[in-house]
């Protein structure tokens, strides 16, 4: 299984990896253009700063530098947790899963919360999305899976579910 067809840790919430985690190294590389740019035109004599360009220079570079940190530690919070899926992967079994939806709260955020329940080894088992952990385990992208079946990967050496995203059939339904 390609790690870029992981949408989301049941532990975790949304997995990056593939074109996402491409396109965020690209918008970092972007966010430095600005401070960049502002290098290049310290060091070329005979440009007469206004006080206004100054203010504009030194907030847009605060603004992006601020980005950029923020990306990075996206980014490497999506690296370690790369590394865990890794491992869950090395004895993952694809398995055909039930969710339910838990939360019916009706907020503007509009959190979600799952429970998956499937079969293994004659079991069953009942998973939530990080029970207790209201960053991670009422994420946004538990949305597209709440009451209905779909694909998971469970690792039972590490009790953990991966969630598969889904591919288009033959007949263009998902």
Known sequence: MQLSNIDASLSHGLFVAGKKMSFLCFATSLLLLLPL???IMLIIPGIEWERKM???LVMGNLLFISLFILIINLIAGYKKLEKKVVLWLEDAIRLRALTMRLDKVSLAYKPFQIQVNFEFDGRMYQRVSAPGNVIKG???IFSRYGDREINI???PKYDEVLIIKD???DNGNK
Do not use: F, G, P, R
Request: net charge positive; proline share 0%; glycine share 0%.
């Open 153 to 155: 990967l469970y690792s």
């Open 138 to 140: 009422y994420h946004k």
């Open 37 to 39: 740019l502002t290098i």
């Open 167 to 169: 591919c288009m059939t």
């Open 54 to 56: 100054i203010i504009a």
